[in-house]
């Protein structure tokens, strides 16, 4: 069977590994290899890209290489300015991660690069309250699905029970190999088109290695910004293994610290 030959938008090497350029790295030959039109996207220059998540990104790939077998976190936090609100991503080592019913998240053979999870869930409990957070989900949930990297994702499909509520939950995973300015254009994008964040944001981003660690920074972060932290429900070790991102009230966030929407 003939090898399928791409060229790599990145450095314009022709490469026949369709996930990321076996010259350069970049995961741009994705989008190829499904017949996406770049020319239409913020994926080829860094107008779009958050500031400073690209060098943090490089910073989280060569502390996994420093630090094997070790999780290595980096997180992005912001308290939003309109509604008091929680809002953050998290981006994993691969092959540290599994889906919010406890599955492998077996998307990758590697041990290192970055991967990232975004988790719609939803209530199956109906009161007003959880109404309206269901609305907003599901208005996130199809902005996302009209972003260009969507078909890049693997999705899975799962209901799960915590802190007494079951949850309706539909993921969306990628791992971005090492591709430090690939990701960091991929997230910013779903950060502002999906959770309407802007280049102004003000959000605050820190990678952190081993579990006890990643856990320690987030609880002061959430102090830090009023939110409660119940040592006592979270199980990080477990948890760390959920990445996405989260908008929810103060409580609730306090609550769930570790256990990443």
Known sequence: MELKVLKC???????????????????LVRFVDKGIDLSKTSYTNDSATLPG??????RNLQLQEKNPGESVVTDLCTKKADTGDSEFIGVLRSGKCAWSDDQGMNISD???????SLNFS?????????KQYNKRVEKQLQAFKKLDSFPLFTSHICNYTYAGHERYCREY????????????????????????????????????????NVQRARDNWNKAHGFEVDEGETDFKTKL??????SIIGWI?????????
């Open 241 to 246: 293994l959920f990445i996405a991102i989260c």
């Open 173 to 212: 995973a990628i791992d971005f190999g090492n591709d430090a300015e690939g990701a960091a254009r991929l997230i910013s994008e779903i950060l502002q088109k999906v959770y309407g964040w802007t280049m102004n944001t003000n959000f605050d981003m820190f990678t952190e290695v081993g579990a006890d």
């Open 110 to 116: 590697s041990k290192n690069g970055l991967i990232v």
């Open 122 to 130: 939803t209530f199956i409990d109906n009161d007003d309250w959880q």
């Open 253 to 261: 966030i306090g609550k769930i610290i570790g256990f990443i929407f």
């Open 9 to 27: 938008p990145n450095c314009g090497a022709n490469t026949t590994n369709a996930q990321n350029c076996e010259y350069c790295g970049s995961l």
């Open 53 to 58: 998540l690209t060098a943090e990104l490089k």
